[in-house]
């Protein structure tokens, strides 16, 4: 079932409980609506990462859903895949292969067949893959570079949610700059973008929605509105200490 008002991603009393028994998400609940940019910030360990993989259904939730386009996520996987791209901290693509390859042979395995070449270097400029490396192998590639491989991939599976688990870690300074950049018009062309990251500036630059996760709780969240004026390193050391006071 699929209507205008359904955000695009949904965390529905979402929890994870490994098999050595750590609950590592604790009854997460957030929404991504098509257009938006949501940033989970939150110290290691704290479940960023369960929350992506659970959209992903490379894990199974313990109770409660996670919702892809009206999907849920464990039901259809499938179906749930099909709608999402996904870029991980380390990237995996093959180390033989060029950049060129590795963008055809995923983009090709995602089941989209009618890409040319062209498109695929317009997409690999567009996040900052300069021109004289399209053709090399990726085993030379810096981690920044094969993280914008795996950008480019993302982007030409042209799904409506994209999934981002700390997309800037492997980036210098003008990458991440212009990262944000492409959010942007991203987020303007109506993906759903969820995505995990340690950089508290960036996430208040970009993101519609900031959340804090502590021990696989969601502590806090906040809209970009709200955040207007507020110091949102303090708020984030505040939440964490003020969580760890009601635990202790
Ligand atoms: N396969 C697993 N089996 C058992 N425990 C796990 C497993 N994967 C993660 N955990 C635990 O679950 C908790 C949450 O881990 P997760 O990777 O989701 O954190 P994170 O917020 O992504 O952290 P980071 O910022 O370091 O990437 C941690 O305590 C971690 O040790
Ligand atoms: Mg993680």
Known sequence: MESKNQPMLQAIDLSKRYEDGHLALDNLNLTVETGQVYAMLGGNGAGKTTAINLFLNFIE????????????????????????????????LYPNFTALQNVDFFVKLGGKTKYTKEDYRKVLLRV?????????????????????????????????????????????PKAAFEFIHLLNTLREEGKAILMSTHDIFRAKEVADIVGIMNLGKLVMQRTKDELVGEDLEKLYVEFMAGYMDEVA
Do not use: W
């Open 61 to 92: 939730p313990t109770t409660g859903q996670a919702v892809v386009d009206g999907i849920v996520t464990h039901e259809e996987p499938l179906k749930a895949k099909e709608r999402i791209a996904y870029v991980s901290e380390n990237v995996m």
């Open 128 to 172: 900052g893959l300069q021109e004289e490396a399209h053709d090399r192998r990726l085993k030379g590639f810096s981690k920044g570079m094969r993280q914008k491989c795996g950008i480019a991939i993302a982007i030409l599976k042209d799904a409506k949610a994209i999934l981002l688990d700390e997309p800037t870690s492997g980036l210098d």
